[in-house]
């Protein structure tokens, strides 16, 4: 069993890892994920949460989270939860909303377009 | 490639390559996901409550999209070709930066200079941070496990993964960013270069040099 080492997860430096050859090509981001970051921007200017804010949900997340979601997926957890505790609005205001956006359509183009009517 | 066009609010086109160089990912024509409706919903929610507008969000992404390594190869190439800006960048990093109009906000820069015998590199091991202001938003092995687990522990041999192979007598320097602090590598001017302007020698600030994973292109 792995002994506790004294640093959290997340705290990465002097680890192990593999090799940096044969890297995926880069990608440009998503349009979600630009609205995530925009999003994250945004919201701490207008001084609803702080990037300690972020930062705490995130490595509050654990390791599993790292391997298994992708970076703007985990940034859209946190950013959720800080917006949640600062009142924004509701889980049960987000769950109805949710709801409502996946039955506009099967893809994030037709779910996010504003004109899609939506069938309640 | 098909896409579909609902996004002709945000001026925004998928197609192509994009501002920093990269192909897009094409995000609308794969099944919706989890997050991406959270996004949606919350992005809606906070405009239905007076919290943010559509514009505010679209004005942002521009911003973003604007942002690109161009940005710290003209700082560099200032740099190299303006003695009072060198010094003033130095000095600080932050300043010199928002003078050139590449803003940091409320964060720190620190500009680190390569010089011959020493060589840096940057790496954020506790997340991603990274100088956006000026090389606009990292690649994924930045924020890789392997990337922000090794570079500390073995420099050398990482650098030799990327191509770049130093001299055993050159010292390597590991710059750890935080989130209120960020640096950049300032390369080493190539040879040949000394009668040439500073767009000129912009062109030849690679990304991967200005985070020390690389140097800049050779003057031939």
Redesign the interface.
């Known amino acids: 069993m792995d002994r506790f080492d004294g640093k959290s997860w ?12 044969d ?17 994250m ?3 701490t200017s ?1 001084g ?1 949460f702080s ?2 804010g972020l ?1 705490r949900v ?1 490595e509050d997340m654990g390791p599993r989270a ?1 391997e298994t ?5 985990r940034w ?2 946190a ?2 939860q800080n ?1 949640v505790e600062a009142g ?2 509701t889980t049960t ?2 769950g109805e ?2 709801e ?3 039955r506009r ?11 899609s009517t939506d069938r309640d | 490639m098909p ?2 066009h ?2 002709h ?2 001026h ?1 086109h ?1 197609e192509g390559i ?1 501002p ?1 160089g ?4 094409a ?7 989890y ?12 405009v239905e ?1 007076g ?2 507008t559509a514009a ?2 679209a004005a ?2 521009d911003r ?2 604007a942002r690109s390594p161009a940005n710290g190869a003209a700082v560099v190439a200032r740099a190299w070709t303006d003695p009072a800006f060198r010094e003033h960048l130095l000095a600080d990093g932050s300043a010199a930066t928002r003078e050139m109009g590449f803003d940091i906000g409320p964060m720190h820069l620190l500009a680190v200079e390569n010089t011959p015998g020493v060589h840096n590199v940057i ?1 954020c ?4 941070c990274y100088p956006r202001n000026l090389l606009g ?1 990292p ?3 930045y ?8 570079l ?2 073995e420099p050398r041999r ?1 650098l030799s ?2 191509g770049l192979t130093l001299p055993a007598d050159t010292t390597i320097r590991v710059h ?1 960013s935080t ?1 209120d602090m960020r640096y950049v590598v300032i390369p080493e001017r190539p040879a040949g270069t000394e009668d040439w302007d500073a767009d000129r020698l912009a062109a030849l600030v690679t990304r991967d040099s200005m985070i020390g994973t690389g140097l800049p292109r050779p003057a031939a």
């Open positions: 997340h705290d990465m430096g002097g680890g192990e890892g593999g090799a940096l050859t890297l995926p090509p880069d990608h440009d981001f998503a349009l979600w994920e630009k609205r995530v970051d925009a999003l921007v945004l919201m207008k609803h990037v300690d930062r995130l790292f979601m992708s970076y703007y997926e859209m957890a950013v959720n917006l924004l609005y205001e987000l909303r949710m409502r956006v996946a359509g099967g893809t994030y183009g037709l779910a996010a377009d504003p004109r | 896409h579909d609902h996004d609010d945000d925004f998928h994009s920093s990269h192909p897009y990912r995000d609308d024509d794969t099944p919706l996901t997050w991406q409706t959270m996004e949606i919903a919350v992005r809606e929610l906070l409550k919290h943010v505010e969000i942002q992404i973003m999209d790496v091991t506790l997340c991603s938003l690649p994924d092995w924020k890789s496990r392997a990337y922000r687990s090794r500390v522990r990482v993964e990327f750890d989130a």
